[in-house]
């Protein structure tokens, strides 16, 4: 069965320093999202792409984190610089839409931890 | 705005009993998705069941089921006889037809004793 990859799977970074995660969403689902999940909480969004294209970053901030789909495949979230507020986990999803409800498949995430 | 209230933080069941998760949404839309969606401990996240809010019938799957009150904005799951591998926590989650962003609520972690 497909699944969306992401990696690493755990980061340990210190304050100031540049991180980014990947994602490879499954093959041909167009739509892709970052998310931020902080321990305790659900996921928010951070950013959505259809296929290169951002849709929605609103909630991103963009003085520090960047996301990209240069292809339309798969994807980077950088954060530079981190900040300790910035560890978490952070949950990379895909979806093909016009599949009806346009059900969102998981990676396993990146937990991050910012010294 | 759209927002998602999970008002049980945490929850639990003894094996092979029952158990209900609460959830409530506030929108202004009339069409809209709802899912429960479960994250085991250091697994990714999968989706237990999705509700369409046009559909009157409340959707089941297997030992999951959800009672959805539109009227009331109300979407809880039961689980039936509740499973070790249950253990884990449920996010409920509302997605507008128009639209493709999906709203998380804060999560209910569930205990199965057994």
């Known amino acids: 069965e497909a699944e969306v990859a992401q990696s690493p799977r755990y980061k340990i970074t210190e304050k100031s320093q540049a991180v980014a995660f990947w994602c490879d969403p499954i093959?041909?689902?167009?739509?892709l999202y970052w998310y931020r999940q902080i321990l305790g909480q659900g996921p928010e969004l951070l950013v959505q792409?259809?296929?290169?294209?951002?849709?929605?970053d609103s909630q991103l901030p963009k003085d520090r984190f960047s996301a990209e789909r240069l292809k339309g495949v798969d994807s980077t979230l950088k954060i530079q610089p981190a900040e300790l507020g910035d560890s978490a986990m952070y949950l990379c999803?895909?979806?093909?839409?016009?599949?009806?409800?346009?059900?969102?498949?998981f990676g396993p995430g990146t937990r991050l931890t910012v010294t | 705005a759209q927002t998602v209230t999970q008002s049980q933080p945490e929850m639990s069941v003894q094996e092979a009993e029952t158990v209900t998760l609460s959830c409530t949404y506030d929108?202004?839309?009339?069409?809209?998705?709802l899912f429960w969606y479960k994250q085991p401990p250091s697994r990714q996240m999968i989706l237990v069941i999705r509700?369409?809010?046009?559909?009157?019938q409340n959707a089941t799957e297997n030992r999951f089921s959800v009672n959805f009150q539109k009227a009331a904005k109300s979407f809880s799951l039961k689980i039936s006889d509740s499973q070790l591998g249950d253990a884990a926590m449920y996010f409920c989650?509302?997605?507008?037809?128009?639209?493709?962003?999906?709203?998380f609520g804060t999560g209910t972690s569930l205990t199965v004793i057994p």
């Open positions: 999803a895909s979806s093909m839409p016009g599949t009806g409800s346009d059900e969102q498949y």
């Open positions: 093959s041909g689902h167009a739509t």
């Open positions: 792409f259809q296929d290169e294209s951002v849709v929605d």
């Open positions: 929108t202004s839309e009339s069409d809209y998705y």
């Open positions: 509700q369409e809010a046009y559909k009157q």
């Open positions: 989650a509302y997605r507008p037809v128009a639209g493709n962003q999906f709203y």
